[in-house]
Each structure stands twice: as structure tokens, then as C-alpha cells.
């Protein structure tokens, strides 16, 4: 059982309420200054836990917080929980901030997020953010930060030893490896049989108060803001926000656009239904292998839209599993019966009788069954797309083009910088500089562009 303390240095203005998780079972309740380093907040909670300031790390969203680091830079929301962990050797010395490669190349790009305005359509200038995510919270879309935990205690205690280069690396399970100091058990067994232990990354809404270490949301990878100012698939437009589909090429369609081809489809009822991904679209262009499997996407669409594509979906769910639906006109109730059964009773809904065959009254004797009764089953959810358009309107060769030309100068020395790859945390390579810089905010790497930013 967790045991809560409350305390505070003083009374503090524009404070923060944080919570400072130990890995000895207390949570400590605490107000920050802003303003307060990392080294007031191990003075405020060493005489806690028995420890002088110096036996004591602050780990957040990863990586260990140095002393010098300010709480106002370390991109903390209302009720944020950080760790403090007893040091049992003395760590090797690292920028407070950030790592190098292991290479000792620059490490790379990022995603950020960029919120939405009150009619979820577009985010307010000024901004620079790549992750996006439906908050089952606050009901909608709104801006994420990315957050890592260990995969086997769920434990925020964790330093990751690399940082995340794309969504593979975040989405899939696995990917890459970190130092947990939990000191749970759990993980003491995994580090005796010398199995790696794993980074868990995770999503957080950043615009309600922070609801504690499980307060998640479905990062929808698919929305970016458009850097590389590709032209929307349909209507042509470059737009700064696009829908990305999951095909090979990528192609780019504009929000307002991809809300059309939804409520289209959805109107036509041509939606399939994935055995795996559910009630889905694919790629308009036709590609292959391009359904969506981050079936939240759809929440782009109206709430009445949303509400009906949910019914669309429970009732082919029903007729793909041999069901039938209640022909009477404001039911419409989903009945699993045996397929030899021709007399169906609607028990749970309206209690109409009717006949499997033709959806008519139960009769006995032969009926007319309709040749085209489920024709729109069968119906082809191709698009009707411009073929240049959808040669221009590719994410990924647009990608590639803007490699291969962007270079961006290191905000310290000014040296010509261009970008491979990988995420947005720059290293200058020029000897005797070495400063670690954002590309997308071209400023130092912060905390705030790890939440926001960390991979492209």
C-alpha cells in the first residue's frame, strides 16, 4: 500500500503539485516553484527518505534529471509523477539532458503534437507538435506527450538506453532496452536470467491535469503536421495538418478531405470489416495493404457520425458471424440464431416474428428472396483518385526528397547540419562544440521536445 506524504519548503506562488514516487512504496505529495532546479527538489525530498541530496536521482519520461535543470524546463503538467531513487553507485557523467549515439553520430528526428482548436479541426499557430491522440477523458483529440515506462512493472522509474528513431520503435512491443530501477522483484529475476528489460512507451493527453501513471490515451499516429508540405490526395491543397495512410507510398490526404472519403463510405456502407483491424478503411488510391488499424482515427468524424459508424459496425460484425438483423422498421436488433432456423423471434428487441429468407412476416411455405439482399457486402471500396495526384501526394518520397536538400545550421556554431534519418535530437559534430539541439525547435534539446518531438 502506497504511503502519501504531504509536505512543502514553503508557500509558493503559481506552484506545481507533483507527485515524487519512491522505489522503497511512499509517494510524497509536493509543491514546486517553477522556478526550483533539480538539485531544491533532492534537498526537499533526501530528508524524507533518510539520504543526503547527493545518494538521491530524479528520473522523469526516461532519462535521469540533472541538478542544474530547472523544474519550468522539464515539461511537467499539474499532479506529473516523478521518481526518486536512491543512487547505489556512482553513475558514469552524461549531459543532464540528453546522451549520444553509440556511434557518436548525431541522434535524430521526431514527432511533436500539435493541438486542436475548440472544433478539433486545426491547432493554434506558434506551436510545434507532432503527437496526436484521442483522450478518453476529454473526449476527443487532443495534443500527446510521449511517456516511457518498464514493460514488465509498468514502473516509471526507467531510463531508456536509446532514444526512439520511429512509431516501430514506440508502438511495438520490444523494441528498445532500458535500465529499470524499480527494484521490484519482478524485474530482479528478469536481470538474474539476464533477459534485456524493455522500454514501455505510452501516450498522455497534455491538456487536462494529469490523473496519475495509468491516465493513457490512443496515440493516432496517422495525423502528422505536413513539414514536408505534401498537396493533399483529393482536393490538392498543402495543408498543415494530413492524414497519412498506411499504404506503401504513403499517400497524404488533408483532415477536412479524409473526413469527406469517411462519411462517404460510411454513408454508402463501405466500410469493410477487417478479421483482424474491425470496422475499417483503406488507402482511397486502392492500394494494397493499407487498412487502417488504429480504428480511434475514425473519431475525426461528427459525434452523430461516430454513433452510426458503432452501429454499422455491430451489425456486419453480426451478419459476417452468421447473424441476422430485425427487419422491423426502429429496431434493428442483432439476433444470433442457428443457421437452419427459418423462424426468427426478436426476444430482446421489439418481438416481431419473421421469416430468415425474405426479412418478411413469418409465413409458411416458399418466399422470394431478393438476389441483391446483400449486395453493399460485397461492394468495392475503391476511390475515385486522380492518378498524378496520388503520384505527387506521398508522405514517404517526400520524405526522402527533404533529406537529401534540408540543412539546418547548429544554433551554437552555426555549422551546416543535415539530417539522415532517425529522431530529431541533434549532436553538433564539429569538434570542440558538441551541442545537442532540436531540429524542428532549433534550439537546445529539451524535455519538453522529448515529450513532444523525440522520433519522426
Not at 535500465?179 to 498522455?204: H, M, S, V, W
Request: charged share 25%; hydrophobic share 30%.
Amino acid at each position: 500500500m502506497l504511503q502519501f506524504l504531504s509536505f512543502s519548503k514553503k508557500k509558493i506562488g503559481n506552484s506545481l503539485s507533483i507527485y515524487i514516487k519512491t522505489n522503497t512504496g511512499n509517494t510524497l505529495s509536493v509543491d514546486l516553484d517553477p522556478t526550483w532546479d533539480i538539485k531544491n527538489v533532492k534537498e526537499l525530498v533526501a530528508p524524507q527518505l533518510g539520504l543526503d541530496p547527493g545518494e538521491v536521482k530524479i528520473i522523469f519520461a526516461g532519462k535521469e534529471l540533472g541538478d542544474s535543470i530547472t523544474i519550468s524546463e522539464c515539461d511537467l503538467g499539474q499532479q506529473s509523477t516523478l521518481h526518486a531513487i536512491k543512487i547505489t553507485k556512482k553513475p558514469p557523467p552524461v549531459s543532464p539532458l540528453i546522451e549520444e549515439s553509440d556511434e557518436g553520430k548525431p541522434l535524430c528526428e521526431t514527432l511533436n503534437d500539435r493541438s486542436f482548436s475548440n472544433d478539433d479541426t486545426q491547432p493554434p499557430s506558434g506551436t510545434k507538435v507532432h503527437f496526436f491522440v484521442y483522450c478518453p477523458t476529454c473526449k476527443g483529440l487532443k495534443n500527446g506527450k510521449l511517456r516511457v515506462r518498464c514493460h514488465f512493472c509498468k514502473s516509471g522509474a526507467f531510463t531508456v538506453h536509446a532514444d526512439p528513431q520511429n512509431w516501430t520503435d514506440v508502438l511495438e512491443p520490444k523494441q528498445i532496452t532500458g535500465l529499470c530501477e524499480n527494484g521490484a522483484e519482478f524485474c530482479a529475476d528478469i536481470l538474474d536470467n539476464r533477459e534485456p528489460t524493455f522500454a514501455d512507451f505510452y501516450f498522455k493527453c497534455s491538456e487536462h491535469t494529469s490523473l496519475g501513471e495509468d491516465d493513457e490515451a490512443v496515440p493516432l499516429y496517422l495525423i502528422r503536421p505536413n513539414l514536408k508540405d505534401v498537396p493533399c490526395l483529393a482536393c490538392a491543397d498543402v495543408n498543415d495538418l494530413v492524414f497519412v495512410f498506411p499504404c506503401e507510398g504513403g499517400h497524404v490526404t488533408c483532415l477536412d478531405c479524409f473526413r469527406q472519403y469517411c462519411s462517404t463510405r460510411l454513408r454508402e456502407r463501405q466500410f469493410w470489416q477487417h478479421p483482424e483491424f474491425g470496422y475499417t478503411l483503406a488507402c482511397p488510391a486502392g492500394c494494397p495493404d493499407s487498412f487502417i488499424k488504429e480504428i480511434h482515427h475514425f473519431r475525426l468524424l461528427s459525434e452523430n457520425q461516430y454513433v452510426q459508424y458503432q452501429r454499422f459496425a455491430t451489425e456486419e460484425f453480426v451478419l459476417r458471424s452468421g447473424g441476422v438483423l430485425c427487419p422491423q422498421p426502429g429496431c434493428g436488433m442483432g439476433i444470433l440464431a442457428d443457421p437452419e432456423c427459418t423462424k426468427i423471434t426478436c426476444i430482446s428487441g421489439c418481438g416481431y416474428v419473421f421469416c430468415r429468407l425474405c426479412l418478411q412476416g413469418y409465413h409458411i411455405g416458399e418466399c422470394h428472396i431478393s438476389e441483391d439482399v446483400n449486395s453493399t457486402n460485397n461492394a468495392d471500396c475503391s476511390y475515385n483518385v486522380d492518378p498524378a495526384r496520388a503520384a505527387e501526394a506521398r508522405w514517404d518520397e517526400a520524405s526522402k526528397v527533404a533529406i537529401k536538400v534540408l540543412t539546418k545550421p547548429c544554433p551554437k556554431c552555426r555549422t551546416p547540419t543535415e539530417r539522415d534519418g532517425g529522431c530529431m535530437h541533434m549532436v553538433c559534430t564539429r569538434a570542440g562544440c558538441e551541442y545537442h539541439w532540436c531540429w524542428v525547435c532549433q534550439t537546445a534539446w529539451t524535455r519538453d521536445c522529448m515529450g513532444s518531438h523525440w522520433f519522426g
